[in-house]
């Protein structure tokens, strides 16, 4: 393979001085960045956001319990004033909305004594903070009413942190959980990505030199496997050389916008965040939080991960590109590929599901097992379950298959390039494809 170096050279140094390329390249970060700021702008200013809400209480019951927050404001109305007199009252004064509590003979009532006005749909987070102010009150009066003593119940809870330890004596905690499903969520979707969108960037490339015919004057002087394996080689690494860019970029971004304008980014709660939330919960507070994170970061099988993201993350993306290589040369014009494209997209979107629902509630169990090594959902599966301690063994053995795969994968997809290259003007179907392998 003595032109594969430089086909590889080529097909990097003809994308990466593409205007298109450069501009999108410096360009995308700054739209990223700019509606995650947008985002949590709108965000940070709506929970800036003054609410004055009044309340007519005629219950009487109320009247002590609603306390002024930062962002909240309450004020009483006279129980003389009607529900309409109120509710002009209200519009005129242009506060958020009127509560209106109803006169209840016996709490039993209480289920259909409340009612908030409003000009347009309130917060549900407004709703659901007055739903937790009255029923916590209520609770505590029917609690002395029934002569219970609220505080008791309070003093009589008791908190249960339960610790976790395998068998083998390894200690691990809801933080750690939480850590692990970050990292294995994070790498999955990553591979993902990254096919989707350099393995449609080298199919456009074979079908461009296709049309414009340069690929018959390539194809004189190079064979077919070295010229789709540079098209692969090379792609990854203008997708590898445009990443290292966005991260950088990126992260200069994210320092520039919370110092020069101060807004916290992280306003923009995305569901891995949810996650480590709640297994954080109840994990201490302030630095206790933030050295068992650390302690969480470092307990993870460091070494075996980066090694197996990068054996994992290379062997899915080559198996996937020479796919994405194949269907390029089969057609003429990238409208046609849409019948082509299911089968690649499939197993891709069945790895993200398996390892989103699955892997994450039952990382060893058979579903997991089983698709981990299937060579078209091993690189998303095994990269999430490999945090949650994968033997070894298990590893080897699926990154075996999958190498085994692409090389079969490789092996016919240059049967098809080769005849498929040079083919024009006519849609192929399934049936020849298969022809084509058996030339």
Do not use: C
């Not at 109803?102 to 006005?117: G, N, P």
Request: aromatic share 10%.
């Amino acid at each position: 393979m003595n032109h594969l170096p430089l086909i590889i050279k080529r097909e990097y140094l003809t994308k990466v001085r593409n205007k298109a390329f450069i501009i999108m390249t410096f360009l995308s970060p700054l739209i990223m960045i700019g509606l995650i700021t947008v985002v949590a702008y709108l965000a940070q200013m709506n929970n800036n956001k003054e609410r004055q809400i009044s309340i007519l209480d005629q219950s009487s019951l109320l009247q002590e319990v609603f306390v002024d927050t930062d962002n909240t404001k309450y004020t009483f109305i006279n129980n003389d004033v009607t529900l309409e007199n109120a509710k002009t009252i209200v519009q005129e004064n242009g506060n958020y909305g009127l509560l209106h509590i109803k006169k209840m003979d016996s709490l039993s009532d209480a289920k259909d004594s409340f009612r908030f006005y409003s000009e347009d749909s309130p917060s549900i987070s407004v709703i659901s903070n007055l739903d937790n102010i009255i029923e916590k009150e209520l609770t505590n009066i029917n609690m002395n009413r029934l002569g219970v003593n609220p505080e008791i119940i309070k003093t009589s809870k008791i908190t249960v942190d339960i610790a976790q330890e395998s068998f083998a004596g390894e200690k691990t905690s809801k933080v750690d959980s939480g850590v692990k499903i970050a990292f294995g969520v994070m790498a999955g979707y990553l591979l993902f990505m990254f096919i989707i969108i350099y393995g449609n960037m080298i199919m456009r490339s074979v079908i461009e030199e296709k049309t414009s015919r340069i690929i018959e004057v390539i194809i004189s002087s190079v064979k077919p496997i070295q010229l789709m394996l540079g098209k692969i080689i090379g792609t990854s690494l203008v997708g590898m050389t445009q990443v290292v860019i966005w991260i950088i970029l990126g992260s200069v971004l994210v320092v520039v916008v919370s110092l020069v304008f101060g807004i916290d980014l992280a306003q923009t709660n995305m569901p891995q965040q949810e996650m480590m939330q709640q297994a954080m919960q109840g994990s201490g507070n302030g630095m206790d939080k933030i050295q068992e994170l650390m302690s969480a970061f470092f307990n993870l099988p460091l070494a075996n991960l980066v090694i197996a993201f990068i054996l994992f993350f290379i062997s899915g993306y080559l198996l996937y590109s020479s796919l994405y290589a194949a269907i390029g040369a089969a057609v003429d014009n990238e409208t046609d590929t849409q019948q082509f494209m299911m089968p690649i997209i499939l197993p891709l979107i069945l790895a993200v599901y398996v390892g989103g629902f699955t892997v994450i509630e039952d990382p060893h169990g058979t579903v997991s097992t089983v698709f981990s090594f299937i060579p078209f959902t091993s690189p998303v599966v095994m990269l999430m379950r490999i945090p949650f301690g994968v033997p070894i063994w298990q590893q080897l053995l699926s990154l075996a298959v999958l190498i085994g795969t692409f090389m079969f994968t490789v092996w016919f997809a240059a049967k098809i390039y080769r005849v498929g290259i040079l083919m024009y003007g006519k849609k192929p179907t399934y049936k020849e494809l298969i022809k084509w392998i058996r030339y």
